[in-house]
């Protein structure tokens, strides 16, 4: 699918459920080079569409496979594409450790209920994959990545994962997101050491500063109004900040007891990344001295 001249988002047939929509993969391309944009689930079906279309364009050598965070869902194709391609995987040096330790207990995309077996093999082959992809590059912020004559820059935006990168393209205007924004609703945010609340609302402030007119997501369709997406989402986590302060001072002291009020219809499938939500403002408002550890699992407002 063209979104602009240069831009193309590489579809796949849906492979895999993590959540309301697909992984997307981003082709950036100019003067006969190209760098892709995440590199989607490490499955058959997936891979095999996402090289048929880069076969369909020989005229461009893809340079650079830029994935923007460690979890799965945008990391397991990364290294049969490279081996295809012979671009070099670009990732933010603080994911490297996450995306290797694929048995580790890192939060994913999605959480696997426990009844649910084959799924979780799924996901952990999809981990392994994940961790084929070792980066040749590390880029921390402010690196330049040039295709063609696009100059393509990396924002370190923390939050959602701690390397969590956006990429931006000044002369589009463009702006790669990542998980850091979505096309459709929120994103989950885990406390230390996985994510964090604090320097998620400080990425979502930086972006605001970037001027782009165009957000391309991790998942979902490209977002245009780009500074009212970034303000909902920016005023979103303050009202959760202040509903939790309220069920705080109310007498709901644990995350668990919190999750009926903030989350009245939760499917139980996504309980776990729930309580990591909770727990994540908790952790904010700790380091700010707003709240403190009160009682086993439980906290009270300082
Ligand atoms: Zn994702
Ligand atoms: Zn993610």
Redesign the pocket.
């Known amino acids: 699918m063209e979104i602009t001249a240069r831009i193309h988002a590489i579809e796949a047939p849906p492979a895999f459920y ?1 959540g309301p929509q697909a ?1 997307n993969v981003f082709l950036v391309t100019d003067g006969g080079e190209g760098a892709l944009i995440d590199s989607g689930f490490g499955d058959e079906q997936s891979l095999r569409a996402r090289l048929e279309y880069l076969r369909e364009r020989p005229d461009v050598k893809v340079r650079y496979i830029i994935l923007t965070h460690h ?1 799965f ?2 990391t397991s194709g990364a290294q049969r594409l490279r081996q295809a391609t012979g671009a070099q995987v670009a990732m933010h040096p603080q994911e490297e450790r996450f995306l290797l330790d694929w048995q580790g207990d890192a939060p994913q ?1 999605l959480d696997v209920p426990p009844d649910q077996q084959a799924v979780a093999e799924q996901v952990q082959r999809f981990r392994q994959q994940a961790a084929e992809a070792v980066p040749d590059l590390p880029v921390t912020d402010g690196a330049v990545l040039a295709v063609g004559g696009l100059s393509l820059e990396i924002l370190h935006t923390p939050g959602h994962t701690l390397g969590s990168i956006c990429v931006y393209i000044r002369a589009e205007r463009a702006l790669f997101t ?2 850091t924004v979505l096309g459709l609703g929120t994103v989950a945010i885990s406390p230390p050491p996985y994510g964090d609340m604090a320097l998620y609302l400080q990425s979502l402030e930086r972006l605001k500063a970037v001027a782009a007119s165009l957000m391309l997501p ?2 979902g369709r490209p977002v245009e109004d780009v500074a009212r997406k970034l303000q909902e989402l920016i005023d979103h986590r303050h009202e959760r900040e202040e509903q939790v302060l309220r069920l705080l001072a109310g007498g709901k002291t644990t995350p668990r007891s919190m999750l009926g009020a903030i989350y009245p219809e939760l499917d139980r499938r996504i309980l776990p990344m729930a309580l990591r939500q909770i727990e994540a403002h908790l952790a904010k408002l700790q380091a700010e001295g707003r709240v403190e550890p009160a009682g086993p699992g439980g906290w009270r407002v300082v």
């Open positions: 993590t992984p979890h869902d945008h995309d990542g998980d991790g998942h």
